[in-house]
């Protein structure tokens, strides 16, 4: 069989990017185009059940940000030579590449003459020099860029080739299981607020961890972190810190469903001076499950999010403010209630169907100009 689609991408994992993309890849093999997945040997995710022919090229992370450096681009090396001597590949294929960074795919593309789509999730890229170094190549090599929300396309722009935003959707099996779900704003007199995220600082860990010490008084509020990292790093990232006794730390999960559920607040607190949030999908999913949120007021959650219908709008740094709309939230169920009706509203408007006509409508022009 010889393949009219290349996919490429780099870490797989249950984050967003990788969920995205196998939305992407259904939307394909509904048109029944022949579809071909290189993705690299590191990590168990969404990715590991996508319905594909799939390749894995080399690739390791450390716990040495400058060692796994070396390796990364030792990936892109291997995963450029693996796409070289595949002739499975089309000579007419189209490269997508999800994320900037496997740049090894891209460099293929403008060698061999293929056409490449970018489907760009990420803004904060460090260190600088490697941001500027896959920018640069993806203006060089990219027929067209697709962005995940007008403020991502405004923060990222890419001079050169044309670009177009394609909200990023949930799947039907999800949303179904999510709009069916009875939202409660208190699950046996209890007020969980729930937030998923990533193990690092600009994603709020710690302003996460300051708000429930600073709620800690009120025992009918409790907090549960659930983040994409296995329990060993979970124990060095909060290794001498003082985890307040309302607040639970779970590892990564394939059940977000669970935990949404039992939620009555979800947060998304990301440094806005450090990290704007191209999209939200946990935002999303759950306004799916009626929970009202609170999210940072630039990026793509700001566009999910209207201040004071579905959620609020907080800046993570005033503190003060994030504590009054929680307390306030806790205490208000009528209020809680006609958020989640706006939450679930606003979701609805994120299915399967429309991205997979959205995405299906720009690859294919692409397609056409290598015919």
Known sequence: MTYNIIFAHLLNDYSGSPKVLRET?????????PAKLYVS???????????ISTSHYWY???????????????????????LLFDKSIARNAVVYINTLLPFGAALYGKVTGRKVIYHVHE?????????????????????????????????????????????????????YNAMTSNYKQRHNGIFTVLMITSLRDYKGVIEFLNLATSTGELKEIIFELVVN???????????????PANLTVYPRTTDTALFYCNASLVLNLSRVD??????????????????????????????????????????????????????????????????????????????????????????????????
């Open 274 to 371: 450090q990290c704007v949030e191209t999209f939200g999908l946990t935002i999303l999913e759950a306004m799916a499950f009626g929970i009202p949120v609170i999210v940072p007021p630039v990026g793509g959650p700001s566009e999910l999010v209207v201040d004071g219908k579905q959620g609020f709008l907080v800046d993570s740094r005033d503190s003060n403010k994030l504590r009054r709309r929680v307390l306030e939230l806790s205490a208000d169920p009528e209020l809680c209630q006609r958020m989640s009706k706006a939450g679930r509203e606003r979701a609805a408007e994120f299915s399967t169907e429309a991205f997979s006509e959205a995405i299906t409508a720009a690859i294919y022009p692409v397609m056409r100009g290598m015919e």
């Open 60 to 82: 390791k992370r450390t716990g040495k940000r400058a060692l796994t450096l070396i390796t990364y681009f030792a990936s892109q090396l291997f995963l450029f030579f693996q």
């Open 123 to 175: 803004i904060s890229v460090t260190p600088a020099p490697l941001k500027y170094l896959l920018t640069e190549i993806a203006q060089r090599t990219s027929s067209l860029n697709i962005y995940v929300s007008d403020a991502h396309r405004k923060s990222l722009p890419l001079s050169g080739p044309p670009s177009q935003r394609i909200y990023n959707a949930l799947d039907n099996d999800f949303l």
């Open 41 to 51: 040997s590191s990590g168990e995710g969404f990715l590991s059940t996508c319905g």
């Open 229 to 243: 990292d296995d329990s060993a790093t979970i124990n060095r990232y909060f290794a001498g810190k003082q985890l």
């Open 25 to 33: 890849i259904s939307a394909v093999c509904i048109h029944k185009i």
